[in-house]
């Protein structure tokens, strides 16, 4: 198996540009989780999904963050419009159960 | 969901034993135990889970007090490549919540 794939690996734009980051998740695992990490904040739980289904949003820094999951082999996070303050790296990771997540290579978000 | 504490850095010598601790003082009956690694620049890597007795896996083991409010992740022989930083959290289910980890160190 690829493992978890995230792209784009790294991402520029500009300050009030709509931003998407892409996750496919590992086959077969039925959850799938959003994280940012920040040098400042380290490492945050955004939003997880259960079989397609989001469970738990509260990590969610705000309405312009919002997250899909269509099928059970796709899932986006979207910005719009993203800031300066939004620069980090999102992880996407997935998990045949609550125990074991499996993490993506990460996205690396600057916004100028 | 319970939050954890742990040393902010720690350093071994290759071929070592490394014994790294997390309090987790305000852990449920059924919150589990996780350890994750996240080595330069990748995601964070599983290491191990586990609930009330100890476990092993071919990664390291995991010592869990027996009140489980603090527990041990013990690698048996530390190599360079086990320089990372390693979380400990506790959750159950949905309640998820990294830590700020400790800084393994690992001296040739």
């Known amino acids: 198996d690829a493992g978890v794939i995230q792209s784009p690996r790294h991402e520029v734009t500009e300050m009030g540009q709509e931003v998407t980051l892409r996750c496919k998740p590992i086959s077969g695992h039925n959850s799938l989780f959003w994280y940012r990490q920040t040098m400042m904040r380290g490492l945050e739980l955004l939003i997880y999904?259960?079989?397609?289904?989001?469970?738990?949003d509260s990590g969610m820094p705000e309405d312009r963050f919002s997250a899909k999951m269509p099928n059970a082999s796709f899932s986006t996070l979207k910005i719009q419009p993203s800031e300066p303050r939004d620069s980090a790296v999102y992880f996407c990771?997935?998990?045949?159960?609550?125990?074991?997540?499996?993490f993506g290579p990460g996205t690396r978000l600057t916004v100028t | 969901d319970a939050k954890t504490t742990q040393p902010n850095s720690m350093e071994s010598n290759e071929e070592e034993p490394v014994h790294l601790p997390c309090n987790h003082s305000?852990?449920?009956?059924?919150?589990?135990i996780h350890w994750y690694r996240q080595l330069p620049s990748q995601g964070p890597e599983y290491v191990i889970h586990g609930l009330t007795s100890n476990v092993n896996n071919r990664m390291a083991s995991l010592a869990i007090a027996e009140d489980r409010k603090s527990s041990t992740l013990i690698l048996h022989r530390a190599t360079l490549r086990d320089a990372a930083v390693y979380y400990c959290?506790?959750?159950?289910?949905?309640?998820?919540?990294f830590g700020s980890g400790t800084k393994l160190n690992v001296k040739p």
């Open positions: 959290n506790a959750y159950n289910f949905n309640k998820f919540y």
């Open positions: 999904f259960n079989n397609n289904v989001p469970i738990d």
């Open positions: 305000t852990i449920s009956g059924t919150d589990y």
């Open positions: 990771a997935s998990s045949p159960s609550p125990y074991e997540q499996y």
